[in-house]
């Protein structure tokens, strides 16, 4: 089966960063995607890692260590608007290629000014 | 814009009756889309594959019967609620994914539905 763990809260302070993490196991893995969702919204695609290391698209940045089942996202420069819950995703081959997500268990993150 | 679309956006119903919620894909055919559930503070959790043409695959303890899914074109893809109860209610989202977009996945702008 699929696994994936992220803390549930996570508060920090705007301006700052803040680093997310997301342990997972799973029986195929094609990627970690990284979404944020606000709330009553859609999630909303942030980042995909297939290979390890480190993914940069502007304040957003993820990281991926598939020896360690292990990745993380991080966000710089917080803003208010960042607070939301934010959801790893595993990438699996168990139907119909690799659009199947199976999501982590999500974290909420709230910004303090 | 979005790339897709989800309707109704909420939906209100009584329990026993059956609501449709739509997922169309816009400008591009989406020969699979994926369906998801969340609850309440809780995480997505996939409830069937809808496959164009053909049957849908659903997961373990998603009842079929239940969730009717209809995947009769290339951009629209139907999720049935039948028989709806209270426990029902939830947030439904679709997701498919753009060809030559680098496998990224879209999402709907989802569903909620209240049953009364």
């Known amino acids: 089966g699929q696994s994936l763990e992220q803390p549930s809260e996570v508060t920090a302070v705007e301006g700052a960063i803040v680093q997310i993490n997301c342990t997972y196991q799973?029986?195929?893995?094609?990627?970690l995607s990284w979404y944020q969702q606000h709330d009553g919204g859609a999630p909303t695609f942030l980042s995909y890692?297939?290979?390890?290391g480190l993914e940069e698209t502007g304040r957003f940045s993820s990281f991926l260590s598939r020896s360690d089942s292990y990745g993380y996202l991080l966000l710089q420069e917080l803003q208010m608007k960042d607070s939301a819950s934010y959801f790893c995703?595993?990438?699996?081959?168990?139907?119909?290629?690799?659009?199947?997500?199976?999501f982590g268990t999500g974290t909420r993150l709230t910004i303090i000014p | 814009g979005a790339v897709v679309s989800q309707h109704p956006s909420w939906v209100i119903c009584k329990s026993g009756t059956s609501v449709k919620i739509e997922c169309r894909s816009l400008?591009?055919?989406?020969?699979?889309m994926f369906w998801y559930r969340q609850f309440p503070k809780q995480s997505l959790m996939l409830m069937a594959t809808?496959?164009?043409?053909?049957?849908?695959?659903?997961e373990q303890g998603v009842e079929k019967d239940k969730f009717l899914i209809n995947h009769a074109s290339l951009t629209l893809s139907t999720l049935t609620v039948t028989s709806a109860h209270p426990e029902d209610s939830s947030f439904y989202i679709c997701?498919?994914?753009?060809?030559?977009?680098?496998?990224?996945?879209?999402f709907g702008e989802g569903s909620w539905l209240t049953v009364v």
């Open positions: 997701s498919a994914t753009v060809p030559g977009s680098r496998n990224t996945i879209y």
């Open positions: 809808s496959n164009e043409g053909s049957k849908a695959t659903y």
């Open positions: 400008d591009f055919q989406a020969t699979t």
């Open positions: 799973t029986s195929g893995f094609y990627g």
């Open positions: 995703a595993v990438r699996d081959e168990s139907n119909f290629g690799n659009e199947k997500l199976t």
């Open positions: 890692n297939a290979l390890d």
